[in-house]
């Protein structure tokens, strides 16, 4: 996937393709059969193709031992063909189509349109949804190494998507200045300098290994005190692809993790397209805000939800770990409705559970479920009837696990102030 396509994708889409897998993922057969049929559809292929290998394979589902099972599967091909009469082409990236009677004892249909091209074509049934092929597509093809030398320790690391990755860290335990004096003042000198060529060697074989082979990068910033990083960057042993790979070299004063965020800072010129580098902007924005009390910031879901609902909000900031549902519940005999609220993984022990519930007002109907929605869908409704921008921030790093932990997973930049949301 080229740069351009990956900038294409919003924070929003992969947190909506995210929360679709893992409620595919919770799927189960109704009786632990092959009857799930996952059906990958690339793009350009032609819509007649696909209807025709359906009507193949229901007539085949007839010879399956397990008439339940053999049932299952043409409930759910049926179910398919039934839609995708009002289908006209597989679209720019393709079609992935999941389908069949699920542990909820129900024909569950779902369509997704993926945010890459589907480079399968797949017809498969299982006990499961096939989807590592759709997670494949969450991933961030884009990896940039991040690398600190100093004397005395060094740190390899990359960043890709919203997640920094240590491949290596090590101290050196290269000496530092000393006391002696006269001829033995020379002496040492040249050991301890014969010393901090070997960990730069040391370094260099480490970089070479991890940025050519284990972990290939795109680009790769350099940190560090000046006089250690110019004389590491000086060393014969470092391969001319790593070299030609560096786009920044930046002073840093401190090593491991919080010498990484330092670089981030430094160089975020540079890594401006990482998600993680916006999501820390972001995050820096609405604490600078909070932190002067300009009145611009607010958290919370009732207080963003006021602010949404009054025109007022800029930019939303929603951690992806805020994963709740809110589900719209039914009688089927009464019109009594209610609504409920439900974690993700919780989703299918819920559904369990509701099949057994009676209805308050009219006690012998059973309840189900008419409606749903998760709760950052719901926000980004509501962003878009008013030209907001919503951010789904990862946890992944220490900004986004503070916006989660500490404002509850829900704040806002605000476009002007307004004293409700205080």
Same mark, same amino acid.
């Given at each position: 996937?080229?740069?351009?396509?990956?900038?294409?994708?919003?924070?929003?889409?992969?947190?909506?393709?995210?929360?679709?897998?893992?409620?595919?993922? $919770?799927?189960?057969?109704?009786? &632990?059969?092959?009857?799930?049929?996952?059906?990958?559809?690339?793009?350009?292929?032609? +819509?007649?193709?696909?209807?025709?290998?359906?009507?193949?394979?229901?007539?085949?589902? *007839?010879? +399956?031992?397990?008439?339940?099972?053999?049932? %299952?599967?043409?409930? %759910? +091909?049926?179910?398919?063909?039934?839609?995708?009469? *009002? /289908?006209?082409?597989?679209?720019?990236?393709?079609?992935?189509?999941?389908?069949?009677?699920?542990?909820? #004892? !129900?024909?569950?249909?779902?369509?997704?349109?993926?945010?890459?091209?589907?480079?399968?074509?797949?017809?498969?049934?299982?006990?499961?949804?096939?989807?590592?092929?759709?997670?494949?597509?969450?991933?961030?093809?884009?990896?940039?190494?991040? $690398?600190?030398? %100093?004397?005395?320790?060094?740190?390899?690391?990359?960043?890709?998507?919203?997640?920094?990755?240590?491949?290596?860290?090590?101290?050196?335990?290269?000496?530092?200045?000393?006391?002696?004096?006269?001829?033995?003042?020379?002496?040492?000198?040249?050991?301890?300098?014969?010393?901090?060529?070997?960990?730069?060697? !040391?370094?260099?074989?480490? &970089?070479?290994?991890?940025?050519? =082979?284990?972990?290939?990068?795109? $680009?790769?910033?350099?940190?560090?005190?000046?006089?250690?990083?110019?004389?590491?960057? =000086?060393? !014969?042993?470092?391969?001319?692809?790593?070299?030609?790979?560096?786009?920044?070299?930046?002073?840093?004063?401190?090593?491991?993790?919080?010498?990484?965020?330092?670089?981030?800072? !430094?160089?975020?010129?540079?890594?401006?397209?990482?998600?993680?580098?916006?999501?820390?902007?972001?995050?820096?924005?609405?604490?600078?805000?909070?932190?002067?009390?300009?009145?611009? $910031? *607010?958290?919370?879901?009732?207080?963003?939800?006021?602010?949404?609902?009054?025109?007022?909000?800029? /930019?939303?900031?929603?951690?992806?770990?805020?994963?709740?549902? @809110?589900?719209?519940?039914?009688?089927?005999?009464? =019109?009594? @409705?209610?609504?409920?609220?439900?974690? @993700?993984?919780?989703?299918?022990?819920?559904?369990?559970?509701?099949?057994?519930?009676?209805?308050?007002?009219?006690?012998?109907?059973?309840?189900?479920?008419?409606?749903?929605?998760?709760?950052?869908?719901?926000?980004?409704?509501?962003?878009?009837?008013?030209?907001?921008?919503?951010?789904?921030?990862? @946890?992944?790093?220490?900004?986004?696990? &503070?916006?989660? #932990?500490?404002?509850?997973?829900?704040?806002?930049?605000?476009?002007?102030?307004?004293?409700?949301?205080?």
């Amino acid at each position: 996937m080229t740069q351009q396509q990956e900038k294409k994708r919003s924070s929003v889409e992969r947190y909506m393709l995210k929360h679709d897998i893992a409620k595919l993922e $919770a799927r189960r057969s109704f009786n &632990m059969s092959t009857s799930l049929i996952s059906l990958y559809i690339p793009p350009g292929t032609r +819509i007649h193709d696909i209807t025709s290998q359906l009507k193949n394979e229901y007539g085949t589902a *007839t010879n +399956i031992k397990d008439k339940s099972t053999g049932k %299952a599967i043409q409930s %759910a +091909i049926s179910s398919i063909l039934s839609r995708m009469k *009002t /289908i006209k082409n597989a679209g720019e990236h393709g079609l992935v189509i999941f389908c069949g009677l699920t542990q909820n #004892n !129900k024909i569950e249909y779902f369509s997704i349109s993926p945010p890459d091209p589907v480079g399968i074509k797949l017809y498969r049934c299982d006990q499961i949804f096939l989807v590592e092929h759709l997670k494949e597509m969450l991933e961030s093809k884009q990896r940039y190494g991040l $690398a600190i030398v %100093a004397r005395g320790t060094a740190t390899i690391a990359a960043v890709q998507g919203s997640k920094i990755d240590i491949y290596w860290e090590e101290d050196s335990h290269v000496p530092g200045k000393h006391k002696m004096g006269g001829q033995s003042q020379a002496r040492f000198q040249r050991l301890i300098e014969e010393a901090a060529q070997k960990w730069y060697t !040391k370094v260099a074989d480490k &970089m070479n290994k991890i940025y050519l =082979e284990d972990f290939p990068v795109e $680009a790769i910033i350099i940190g560090g005190p000046a006089l250690s990083k110019s004389q590491y960057l =000086e060393s !014969k042993e470092i391969d001319y692809r790593v070299q030609e790979k560096v786009i920044g070299i930046y002073d840093v004063g401190y090593g491991g993790l919080q010498g990484m965020r330092e670089l981030l800072g !430094k160089a975020q010129d540079k890594l401006a397209d990482f998600d993680l580098v916006k999501e820390r902007l972001l995050m820096e924005k609405f604490m600078e805000h909070l932190g002067k009390d300009t009145g611009l $910031a *607010t958290y919370g879901e009732k207080f963003v939800k006021d602010a949404l609902e009054k025109a007022s909000v800029d /930019i939303v900031l929603a951690s992806e770990d805020v994963d709740r549902v @809110t589900l719209e519940i039914k009688c089927d005999n009464c =019109e009594y @409705t209610t609504e409920e609220s439900v974690k @993700t993984r919780d989703y299918n022990n819920f559904v369990k559970k509701l099949s057994d519930r009676n209805c308050p007002e009219c006690s012998n109907s059973r309840m189900y479920i008419e409606s749903e929605m998760d709760l950052i869908t719901e926000l980004n409704e509501l962003a878009t009837k008013t030209n907001a921008t919503l951010e789904v921030i990862s @946890t992944d790093h220490d900004d986004g696990a &503070m916006l989660y #932990n500490t404002f509850g997973g829900i704040a806002a930049i605000l476009r002007y102030k307004s004293y409700d949301n205080y």
